[in-house]
């Protein structure tokens, strides 16, 4: 498969949007503004599927996502220093492949 040159500078530093990706399908693909915007909601429409149902999504030399448990604990209001409880709930974690590690580290 040949990878694609994509223009990074164009994009916000702290952003990547799914118009934006779908622009790039448009653009560098070929496919239309529908199509594009189509494929890339159900390409994020199908990892949150698969993290709800409690999977682990894992993207070949980009990451693993995860759903992990947490337990209840206390925990404490910044402001006031009152003791609150913080129920027992589901988180997503990312971990970062070691291909995508690396070439963070050469830039």
């Not at 994009?11 to 653009?27: G, H, R, V």
């Not at 199509?35 to 994020?44: N, P, T």
């Not at 693993?64 to 206390?74: I, M, T, Y």
């Not at 609150?84 to 291909?99: D, L, M, Q, Y």
Request: zero cysteines.
């Amino acid at each position: 498969m040949t990878e694609l040159a994509i223009d990074i500078d164009r994009f916000e530093p702290a952003s990547l949007t799914k118009a934006q990706l779908a622009d790039l399908l448009y653009e560098r693909i070929g496919l239309s503004k529908r199509e594009s915007k189509d494929i890339v909601d159900a390409f994020f429409d199908l990892i949150a599927r698969r993290l709800i149902e409690g999977e682990s999504v894992r993207i070949s030399g980009f990451g693993n996502f995860q759903v992990r448990s947490k337990a209840p604990r206390p925990g404490r209001n910044p402001r006031t220093g009152e003791a609150i409880p913080i129920e027992a709930r589901r988180v997503v974690t990312f971990h970062a492949s070691n291909k995508l590690k690396d070439k963070v580290q050469q830039v």
